[in-house]
């Protein structure tokens, strides 16, 4: 057992304390331990039996509780394994322009929403995304400030690479106008993106960073979300953001939050900062490119819609630094790697590394690479050979995807159709874990498994079942841990009960390896996720034996 995974299952002790023992039964389990199972036994915060409704009486003298599940499916809980949750719950409490149909509507959002917030010293907002209007631009700097009445605005957008501000957020960071990314008629990016963005998160209180953060969390519990992935660092939050966040998850019965902290390591103090800062890796959005919503991805060839190929913030040398430091630290390493030429970078980094430190302590640590959207055959080989971690989110492509959408728009279709190849990295033996790099686009687990699953390239779909694991044990593999994100004796109690419809072993067509579609497999079932169909609706939600949403009046 690793060190980490020392400290995990501490930590689940520590949060379970004392627990009443449960029999669930008179459901669906969705267990490897019993394909057929209708009942499970809880006790100290974990998995104790799973089994038969027959086998279950032997149990229900012994219990502090009986639970009558009444025909519900109980499963893992899921974890998002790519979430910035501040952000989260401020998109959650502020300006949300998701929905806008329009520039026009943005923009009426925007004024009611100041007028709204009075007394906020910077108005926050997410969610704009130009390309789906019909004007086909962003909002000028001149029309946010007429609709704010000249007051402070910081408005990214969806992919959070890029942002529109007002004159008076200028105002508060002097020297903006001299850092790369500044654009006086266009949306801002890099160091001046950065810069605005500390500057209006500097501004949010302790008190509506709490709230904010509650939001979020509960969010996640009200969707069968167990555990969530922070995403931070110097570039997205700030250290008090983090350690707050990290300490509230561990004090309130709320989801789990594993902390990743995006800085360059490269020496035992650094690798040391990074641990006291409560993160389990070096990793998440240390950023190698941008986004390619904003023009950002380093790319090996031009966009199909600028004469450019994005924006390299490290090199193949600069990973390898990293990883080489982190390996010999005990420490996962990560990075944010979307456009082609990023992910080579990313891939001929960490080889250099595994050649100075050796492949076998490399592959250990579980590296891993978030998003990895533009991949090639020769740079999934490598992800396997490293044993990389691919943490992806497959609500990208079911955003953006398809013939005539923003990938195709910023690539051309051909290359836009090889974005995102689920089914190629499953059968190279990559590694995965989902998630929804929330606020980029919305907490949201079984819409995750279904994007995956009816990706919009054929060729990349993957069955339900293996989008459903990638989503639940993928997650706890993607932090050092092997025992979990299941249900089976011995596993943390994490799990999640639904009302849902029929289940099925389902793969979305004859392209998709489908392990076995005929019950008599054995094979457990899932809800059905063919497109269309409403689907499943969480009604409690339980960490380490601990209930942290019921869905009321259930």
């Given at each position: 057992?690793?060190?980490?995974?020392?400290?995990?299952?501490?930590?689940?002790?520590?949060?379970?304390?004392?627990?009443?023992?449960?029999?669930?039964?008179?459901?669906?389990?969705?267990?490897?331990?019993?394909?057929?199972?209708?009942?499970?036994?809880?006790?100290?915060?974990?998995?104790?039996?799973?089994?038969?409704?027959?086998?279950?009486?032997?149990?229900?003298?012994?219990?502090?509780?009986?639970?009558?599940?009444?025909?519900?499916?109980?499963?893992?809980?899921?974890?998002?394994?790519?979430?910035?949750?501040?952000?989260?719950?401020?998109?959650?409490?502020?300006?949300?322009?998701?929905?806008?149909?329009?520039?026009?509507?943005?923009?009426?959002?925007?004024?009611?929403?100041?007028?709204?917030?009075?007394?906020?010293?910077?108005?926050?907002?997410?969610?704009?995304?130009?390309?789906?209007?019909?004007?086909?631009?962003?909002?000028?700097?001149?029309?946010?400030?007429?609709?704010?009445?000249?007051?402070?605005?910081?408005?990214?957008?969806?992919?959070?690479?890029?942002?529109?501000?007002?004159?008076?957020?200028?105002?508060?960071?002097?020297?903006?106008?001299?850092?790369?990314?500044?654009?006086?008629?266009?949306?801002?990016?890099?160091?001046?993106?950065?810069?605005?963005?500390?500057?209006?998160?500097?501004?949010?209180?302790?008190?509506?960073?709490?709230?904010?953060?509650?939001?979020?969390?509960?969010?996640?519990?009200?969707?069968?979300?167990?555990?969530?992935?922070?995403?931070?660092?110097?570039?997205?939050?700030?250290?008090?953001?983090?350690?707050?966040?990290?300490?509230?998850?561990?004090?309130?019965?709320?989801?789990?939050?594993?902390?990743?902290?995006?800085?360059?390591?490269?020496?035992?103090?650094?690798?040391?900062?990074?641990?006291?800062?409560?993160?389990?890796?070096?990793?998440?959005?240390?950023?190698?490119?941008?986004?390619?919503?904003?023009?950002?991805?380093?790319?090996?060839?031009?966009?199909?819609?600028?004469?450019?190929?994005?924006?390299?913030?490290?090199?193949?040398?600069?990973?390898?630094?990293?990883?080489?430091?982190?390996?010999?630290?005990?420490?996962?390493?990560?990075?944010?790697?979307?456009?082609?030429?990023?992910?080579?970078?990313?891939?001929?980094?960490?080889?250099?590394?595994?050649?100075?430190?050796?492949?076998?302590?490399?592959?250990?640590?579980?590296?891993?690479?978030?998003?990895?959207?533009?991949?090639?055959?020769?740079?999934?080989?490598?992800?396997?050979?490293?044993?990389?971690?691919?943490?992806?989110?497959?609500?990208?492509?079911?955003?953006?995807?398809?013939?005539?959408?923003?990938?195709?728009?910023?690539?051309?279709?051909?290359?836009?159709?090889?974005?995102?190849?689920?089914?190629?990295?499953?059968?190279?033996?990559?590694?995965?874990?989902?998630?929804?790099?929330?606020?980029?686009?919305?907490?949201?687990?079984?819409?995750?498994?279904?994007?995956?699953?009816?990706?919009?390239?054929?060729?990349?779909?993957?069955?339900?079942?293996?989008?459903?694991?990638?989503?639940?044990?993928?997650?706890?593999?993607?932090?050092?841990?092997?025992?979990?994100?299941?249900?089976?004796?011995?596993?943390?109690?994490?799990?999640?009960?639904?009302?849902?419809?029929?289940?099925?072993?389902?793969?979305?067509?004859?392209?998709?390896?489908?392990?076995?579609?005929?019950?008599?497999?054995?094979?457990p079932g899932l809800p059905d996720l063919t497109p269309g169909n409403p689907l499943p609706v969480c009604l409690r939600t339980v960490v380490g034996g601990r209930t942290v949403f019921v869905r009321p009046n259930e």
């Amino acid at each position: 057992m690793t060190e980490h995974e020392r400290d995990s299952q501490a930590t689940d002790t520590a949060r379970t304390g004392e627990t009443p023992t449960l029999l669930l039964r008179g459901g669906e389990v969705h267990s490897p331990a019993d394909p057929f199972a209708t009942a499970m036994v809880v006790e100290r915060g974990h998995v104790a039996w799973v089994g038969s409704e027959g086998a279950a009486d032997a149990f229900a003298s012994g219990v502090d509780e009986v639970i009558d599940l009444e025909g519900a499916l109980v499963t893992p809980a899921f974890t998002d394994a790519h979430v910035h949750t501040t952000a989260t719950g401020l998109a959650l409490t502020g300006l949300d322009l998701s929905g806008a149909r329009d520039l026009g509507e943005a923009l009426a959002l925007v004024r009611d929403f100041a007028a709204s917030r009075p007394g906020d010293r910077v108005l926050l907002g997410h969610g704009w995304d130009a390309a789906r209007w019909p004007e086909r631009r962003h909002p000028t700097r001149g029309e946010l400030d007429e609709a704010t009445g000249g007051r402070p605005l910081y408005l990214p957008r969806v992919d959070v690479h890029s942002a529109v501000v007002t004159t008076a957020l200028l105002d508060l960071v002097p020297g903006v106008t001299g850092l790369d990314g500044y654009h006086p008629d266009a949306p801002l990016t890099g160091a001046a993106h950065h810069a605005v963005r500390a500057a209006a998160h500097g501004a949010v209180t302790p008190a509506q960073r709490a709230e904010a953060q509650r939001a979020a969390l509960h969010r996640a519990a009200s969707l069968g979300i167990g555990t969530v992935h922070e995403c931070g660092g110097p570039d997205i939050s700030d250290e008090a953001d983090f350690t707050s966040l990290l300490r509230l998850a561990g004090e309130e019965p709320l989801p789990r939050v594993v902390g990743y902290w995006a800085q360059a390591v490269g020496c035992p103090e650094d690798a040391r900062r990074v641990r006291e800062l409560g993160a389990v890796g070096a990793a998440g959005d240390l950023f190698v490119d941008g986004s390619l919503g904003s023009h950002t991805a380093c790319l090996h060839e031009s966009y199909a819609d600028a004469a450019h190929t994005g924006t390299a913030h490290l090199d193949a040398a600069a990973v390898a630094a990293h990883v080489t430091a982190c390996t010999e630290a005990g420490l996962q390493a990560g990075f944010h790697a979307i456009g082609d030429a990023a992910v080579t970078a990313v891939v001929e980094g960490v080889r250099a590394a595994a050649d100075k430190v050796g492949l076998h302590r490399v592959r250990a640590a579980r590296h891993r690479v978030e998003h990895a959207e533009m991949l090639t055959p020769e740079t999934i080989a490598a992800f396997a050979e490293l044993g990389l971690t691919a943490s992806v989110q497959p609500a990208f492509d079911a955003a953006w995807g398809g013939d005539d959408g923003m990938y195709a728009e910023r690539l051309g279709v051909e290359r836009a159709r090889t974005l995102n190849p689920y089914a190629a990295l499953l059968r190279a033996g990559v590694p995965l874990a989902f998630g929804s790099d929330s606020p980029v686009t919305p907490l949201d687990p079984w819409g995750t498994v279904r994007a995956a699953a009816f990706h919009r390239t054929p060729e990349h779909r993957v069955s339900v079942r293996a989008a459903f694991t990638a989503h639940t044990r993928g997650g706890w593999r993607a932090v050092g841990r092997d025992d979990a994100g299941v249900l089976v004796p011995g596993a943390p109690a994490d799990y999640a009960v639904w009302q849902a419809g029929d289940l099925v072993v389902q793969a979305p067509d004859d392209r998709v390896a489908r392990w076995s579609t005929d019950p008599r497999s054995g094979t457990p079932g899932l809800p059905d996720l063919t497109p269309g169909n409403p689907l499943p609706v969480c009604l409690r939600t339980v960490v380490g034996g601990r209930t942290v949403f019921v869905r009321p009046n259930e």
